[in-house]
C-alpha cells in the first residue's frame, strides 16, 4: 500500500463520525457530516504508538498511514502521538525510539464534544487558537465556509505543514504563525473563539477579539487542577461562563503574555506532624470536580506525585510556595494518615472542601461557574448558591 485514496478511507471517516455519534460526542447533524466528510489520514500521516521490542525494552514504535492495515486506526477514538522531545529520543532500531512524547493529536471525542459545546451557526466567524495537524480547523471548514474560519498558531513550522495539508483535503481556512495570546487582531471581532491549548487566565486579546454575545471556549489551569470553560462576552473585558460537562485538558499555551506557576521543588520543610485522615488520595484521583474545587479553595497550591527515597513508596503531596506540604499514600484504603510539614492548615484546608463537597452532594464540575473582570481578576462560583471564591494567588 503506497498512498491512500479518499475512497479507500471514506468507510473508516463514516465509521468514526458513527462511533462519536453512538458515545453522545456528537449530538447534531451538521458535526456529523464534518466528521464524515474530513478524512483525518490526511492531518495524521505517521504517529507513535508505545510497545515493548524483543528485548522487553518500551519503545516507541513509528507508524504511517500507509503500512499495511494501518488506516483504520487512525480512524480510532484515540490519542495520536505525532511527536517526540528530541533532547530525549534515542533511535532503537530503524523504526523504534525512546524518548518522551512532546505532541499529539486532540481525542477526536474530546474535540467533538468542544465543538458541539461552541453552538456554531451558519455564517459565525470563528477564531482557533493553536491550529496543530489542521485537523480541527478543517472540521470547522466543513462546518462553515472557509473564510469564516481563522487560525493562528504559535509554530511557524506547524502552520506551514497544515495548510499544506489543508490544501490536500480542499479546505483553505485563513491561517497566521503568531503568538495566539494575541488571539488575530486583523481578523476579528469573532462570534466564537476556541482554544485547543491551556491558559492560566483568559488573554485580554480574547476577550477584545470576542462579539458581545459571542462565545468562547478554552482550557483554563488553576494550579492543581483547571478544565474547560464555556465563556460569554459582554462586550467589554468581563466575560463569564461556567465550566463545561467536557473534560479534557490541554498542553500550555506559548505566549509572551502568560505567566504559569512555575514548578516548585520538592519541598525541603521538615515533617512537623502526622494524624489519621479521611481524606484519601484514592478520592483525590477518583473525583475530578474534588480536585477542581481544591484549586478554587487553595489558590496557588500545587499537586504532585512524591517518592520516598528510602522505600520508593509514592504519595499525592500538596505543596505551597511557602514551603508547606501534605501527603497521603497511594495505598487505596479508605482512611489514610497524612503527614505534613509547615503549615498544618493546609490539609486541613484539604479536608474541609472535601466535606463542603459531600455536603453540597457533591455536584458535577458544570454546576461552577468562571468569570474574569476586566482586570483580569478571576473568581469561581457554585451555581447553586452563589458561594465564591476568588482566584488570585
Known amino acids: ?95 523504534a525510539w525512546t524518548g518522551i512524547p512532546t505532541s499529539s493529536t486532540t481525542l477526536p471525542s474530546l474535540m467533538a464534544r468542544m465543538l458541539e459545546d461552541l453552538d456554531l451557526h451558519d455564517g459565525h466567524r470563528v477564531l482557533e487558537i493553536g491550529t496543530g495537524t489542521g485537523y480541527n480547523a478543517a472540521l470547522l471548514c466543513a462546518r462553515l465556509r472557509d473564510h469564516h474560519v481563522h487560525s493562528v498558531d504559535v509554530d511557524p513550522d506547524l502552520v506551514t505543514a497544515a495548510e ?102 520538592p519541598q525541603r520543610t521538615a515533617e512537623t506532624g502526622t494524624r489519621p485522615t479521611q481524606l484519601t488520595a484514592a478520592a483525590i484521583r477518583a473525583h475530578y470536580p474534588l480536585r477542581l474545587l481544591l484549586a478554587f479553595h487553595l489558590p496557588g497550591a500545587q499537586l504532585v506525585y512524591h517518592v520516598a527515597e528510602a522505600t520508593g513508596d509514592m504519595s499525592i503531596q500538596l505543596q505551597c510556595a511557602d514551603g508547606s506540604w501534605a501527603r497521603v499514600p497511594l495505598d487505596g484504603q479508605e482512611t489514610a494518615t497524612v503527614t505534613w510539614g509547615g503549615d498544618g492548615d493546609l490539609w486541613k484546608r484539604a479536608e474541609a472542601t472535601w466535606l463542603w463537597w459531600n455536603a453540597a452532594g457533591r455536584p458535577a464540575q458544570d454546576q461552577f461557574g468562571y468569570a474574569q473582570n476586566a482586570d483580569g481578576a478571576a473568581y469561581a462560583w457554585y451555581l447553586a448558591d452563589g458561594t465564591r471564591w476568588d482566584l488570585s494567588t
Open 164 to 265: 499544506q495539508r489543508l490544501v490536500c483535503a480542499g479546505y483553505a481556512p485563513r491561517l497566521l504563525p503568531a503568538d495566539g495570546t494575541h488571539g488575530c487582531p486583523t481578523g476579528g471581532p469573532f462570534d466564537r473563539i476556541i482554544a485547543t491549548c491551556s491558559v492560566p487566565s483568559i488573554p485580554s486579546a480574547w476577550t477584545d477579539q470576542l462579539r458581545a454575545g459571542g462565545v468562547l471556549l478554552a482550557d483554563v489551569a488553576l494550579g492543581i487542577e483547571g478544565g474547560l470553560v464555556r465563556l460569554t462576552g459582554t462586550g467589554t473585558r468581563q466575560i463569564k461562563g461556567h465550566f463545561t460537562t467536557t473534560t479534557g485538558r490541554f498542553m500550555p499555551a506559548r505566549g509572551e503574555a502568560l505567566t504559569y506557576p512555575q514548578p516548585q521543588r
Open 1 to 95: 500500500m503506497t498512498d491512500v485514496t479518499l475512497d479507500a478511507a471514506r468507510p473508516h471517516m463514516a465509521a468514526l463520525a458513527d462511533d462519536l455519534t453512538k458515545a453522545g460526542a456528537i449530538r447534531s447533524k451538521p458535526w456529523a457530516e464534518a466528521f464524515a466528510a474530513v478524512p483525518r489520514h490526511v492531518f495524521v500521516p505517521r504517529w507513535f504508538e508505545q510497545e515493548a521490542n524483543a528485548k522487553g525494552i518500551t519503545v516507541w514504535r513509528q507508524r504511517r498511514v500507509t503500512d499495511e492495515g494501518a488506516l483504520p486506526d487512525v480512524y480510532r477514538d484515540v490519542t495520536l502521538v505525532t511527536g517526540l522531545d528530541p533532547e530525549t529520543v534515542e533511535q532503537v532500531d530503524e523504526t
